[in-house]
């Protein structure tokens, strides 16, 4: 619930999309973290 939570919070703030399946994968906050990183490198 709180990687939900978080995740949520991090889209409106950054202003970057994270795909449903790619929050799934995400089992820790270390890979959650990896995952939106990645997609804020490829935004810019």
């Known amino acids: 619930m709180a990687v939900l ?3 949520g919070l991090i889209e409106r ?9 790619t929050v799934a994968e995400a089992d820790t906050p270390r890979i959650l973290l990896r995952f939106i990183n990645e997609s ?4 810019v």
Not at 13 to 21: H, R
Not at 40 to 43: H, I, Q, V, Y
């Open 5 to 7: 939570q978080v995740t």
């Open 13 to 21: 703030e950054c202003e970057v999309q994270l795909a449903e399946e």
């Open 40 to 43: 804020l490198s490829t935004t």
